[in-house]
């Protein structure tokens, strides 16, 4: 059966990295109690009963209360380290960055004129000569027959159509008496 201190159910052994401790809240239990606050506060608070102390002429205190000040003096000072670092750790990647996207600005631009290059300009090539080429019955005034210049043809308008013949009347004889229907026996 294994042991309960192996079975951590809680993150307890995880490295706490208190982060940003230059905003952090610290507890400081110092001679006179206990001191709230970020480093900062702290820092002004003992270095304030550390005048107070040597103004009353208690060296031990004001020595206490200067080596509280120092501590969170040396905490603040590693916290600013921190978050240079994290600084210039963030705008070396920003600089690499930037110049990855400038590589591959000047490969798309350096493509693209290769494109351009590659592709033949129209301009450059002999241009035919369109008189040779013109119908003979044309005229001879230099213009090239387009379609637009072409006449539109009129359409046709129909003619009504004869009314058909009504089929529904009964046929007339020789004679002039209708014939007998004829009726399909089945």
Request: hydrophobic share 20%; charged share 35%; glycine share 4%.
């Amino acid at each position: 059966m294994r042991s309960s201190k192996s079975r951590s159910r809680g993150n307890k052994n995880r490295n706490r990295s208190s982060g940003n401790n230059q905003n952090r809240v610290f507890d400081s239990s110092g001679p006179e109690g206990k001191v709230r606050g970020t480093p900062q506060q702290i820092i002004d608070k003992y270095t304030q009963l550390f005048r107070d102390a040597t103004l009353s002429n208690d060296r031990v205190a004001a020595e206490n209360f200067q080596q509280h000040a120092e501590h969170y003096s040396r905490v603040l000072n590693e916290a600013q380290r921190e978050v240079e670092a994290r600084r210039e750790q963030h705008e070396a990647q920003q600089r690499e960055r930037n110049a990855q996207r400038e590589a591959e600005r000047g490969e798309r631009q350096e493509r693209q004129q290769n494109e351009t290059v590659s592709v033949a300009d129209p301009s450059s090539e002999p241009q035919p000569n369109l008189q040779e080429r013109a119908p003979i019955s044309a005229p001879d005034n230099g213009l090239v027959e387009t379609p637009e210049s072409k006449p539109i043809p009129r359409k046709r308008t129909r003619r009504p159509r004869k009314p058909k013949e009504d089929t529904s009347a009964p046929e007339k004889t020789e004679i002039g008496e209708t014939a007998p229907e004829i009726v399909a026996e089945n």
